[in-house]
């Protein structure tokens, strides 16, 4: 049970062990959550990398009312995940489209690797992402800065440190 | 505007272009976000993932209240992320402990990923994920089958197919 436990679970280490080193309130997959926490955030982020950038577009295309889209959308812009700028078509009110600034398109990993989850053990979806270069299918994986690829039980969680391995 | 909209979306093709082909109850990134759709859903997770096992120190170290602990824990558990066992420590009750199963363990891209993100763009935590063997600080990214990195604009998203790039 304790093997089987051990290649499930990372090691922490130095002054995070024992476990009750490490203050829950600093975690960066908490705080991320604050931003992103709900699935309406995601859908819509989803969309954002799909090309959408118009409002209606957005409700639609997520399957949310227009109070949630609105909501949502106003709370990313101000997180800054999203950039609102306004346009206008010849003879209609200024409108605003939302588009993906740099912080924003950098959650893309996490999107896909929902994505694969989702995909391998709930329901197929029947669609896949690939390499446009050479359409080789595409995944989410941990790599450290040497370029190995990494399991989870090959992890360690550190105090950072300026060594030559801090990204 | 739109060479800045280029870089941070991916390329729908084929069947799945124009955008409409593409049906959004179908996408697993919604699917995934059905189990864990919530802040406290990830926060148990990452406990999970750090060898938390046991229901008082899930409870405590999420600082979430035991009625969430005990609805997320039981929700994590129907859903195939985590394998609930009974053990007794002498003269006590029963009680059981939470492990994760080899579906939850296969969400840790994605916990990595909102890591990295939440570290670099909202908090830094002043801790990192490094490999055990190298040292090396471990990050999140996309790699096609071929083996090659590669960046969201560089993404296609198509319908599957069973060629030799599908994995």
Do not use: N
């Amino acid at each position: 049970m304790l093997a089987a436990m051990t290649e499930r679970t990372l090691t922490m280490t130095g002054a995070l062990d024992p476990r009750g080193g490490w203050e829950a309130k600093r975690c960066p997959i908490a705080k991320a959550l604050t931003v992103v926490g709900t699935r309406s955030a995601f859908v819509l982020l989803r969309e954002a990398f799909y090309g959408t950038t118009r409002f209606d577009d957005f409700a639609e295309r997520a399957a949310l009312s227009e109070a949630v889209t609105a909501a949502r959308l106003r709370e990313l812009t101000e997180a800054g995940l999203l950039d609102r700028r306004p346009y206008r078509q010849s003879g209609q009110r200024t409108r605003y489209e939302y588009q993906l600034t740099e912080m924003g398109a950098d959650l893309f990993p996490a999107l896909a690797a929902l994505f694969q989850w989702g995909d391998r053990w709930l329901a197929p979806a029947g669609v896949e992402l690939r390499h446009h270069d050479c359409g080789g299918a595409v995944h989410a994986e941990l790599r450290c800065a040497d370029g190995h690829q990494v399991a989870v039980s090959d992890l360690d969680l550190a105090m950072k440190t300026a060594d030559k391995h801090h990204r």
